[in-house]
């Protein structure tokens, strides 16, 4: 059955890059008008053009998420331009790798800001457009560090199951009206963010060593993911957190 995403309005945050444009080519490619959201404008003008160049619809809005004066401005734009999303993907997040006692209240409040407050504040603009609409999906974009923990990865692994408990409370409170949200956790994936790993081939080859698979991840896979459960097919699906992982946390 195809998924069509016709007449649908999606948000993406951390929409410049990596998994963020996958999935904003996925869902583009099937329909949806798409709201880019990043910081980095001249990123967003290569993704929304390339959307575009593929027939796609795509405006991009530039500002800081963990800026709870700047989502505002952001959700007004948004609304003003192309209305109420009906989908809304938070994707925004950075890492940190080092150990806890190594770590500056910084470096840990930038990390948890990035993924779990800003998932709070864009949601919260956003999620009261689809309660007008009587349909909504809100993906949280978790990671398999929801579910287990790694060393030096404290304040990802504290950012990331926050964002799991959000997703499941969030779930329960929407879902008598037609809005559905759910996590998903990718494993490692051939990302922007994980080139300081790919590129040190000790590191690479412990984390290929971990993965059944025995391969990194391919954003396609993710955002063909994120394309199903924001279609019709998965409105029986919400509440819970979809792992892709390449088997990682089968072990």
């Not at 996590?183 to 984390?207: H, K, R």
Request: proline share 4%; with cysteine; aromatic share 6%.
């Amino acid at each position: 059955m195809k998924i069509d995403l016709t007449g649908k309005v999606a948000v993406i945050t951390g929409g410049s890059r990596g998994l963020g444009e996958a999935m904003a080519e996925a869902l583009s490619g099937a329909g949806a008008t798409i709201a880019l959201v990043a910081r980095n404008e001249e990123k967003l003008k290569e993704v929304r053009d390339k959307l575009v160049a593929a027939g796609g619809k795509a405006e991009y809005f530039m500002g800081d998420v963990t800026d709870e004066t700047e989502v505002a401005r952001i959700a007004d734009e948004v609304k003003a331009k192309l209305g109420d999303p009906h989908i809304l993907i938070n994707n925004a997040g950075t890492n940190c790798r080092t150990h806890l006692v190594e770590a500056s209240l910084e470096d840990f409040q930038g990390v948890v800001d990035s993924s779990l407050k800003s998932a709070f504040l864009v949601s919260r603009a956003f999620v009261p457009g689809m309660q007008k609409h009587g349909w909504g999906r809100v993906i949280n974009m978790t990671s398999i560090l929801s579910h287990i923990g790694l060393p030096a990865r404290t304040p990802y692994c504290s950012a990331k199951f926050g964002l799991l408990g959000m997703t499941k409370a969030l779930a329960l409170e929407v879902a008598a009206e037609g809005i559905t949200v759910n996590g998903i956790s990718p494993g490692p994936c051939g990302t922007e963010m994980n080139l300081p790993v790919m590129n040190d081939p000790e590191a690479n080859a412990q984390f290929l060593k971990n993965l059944p698979v025995g391969r990194w991840g391919k954003v396609e896979e993710i955002a063909a993911l994120a394309c199903y459960i924001c279609s019709d097919l998965a409105g029986f699906l919400t509440g819970t957190d979809i792992v892709i992982d390449g088997g990682w946390t089968t072990k």
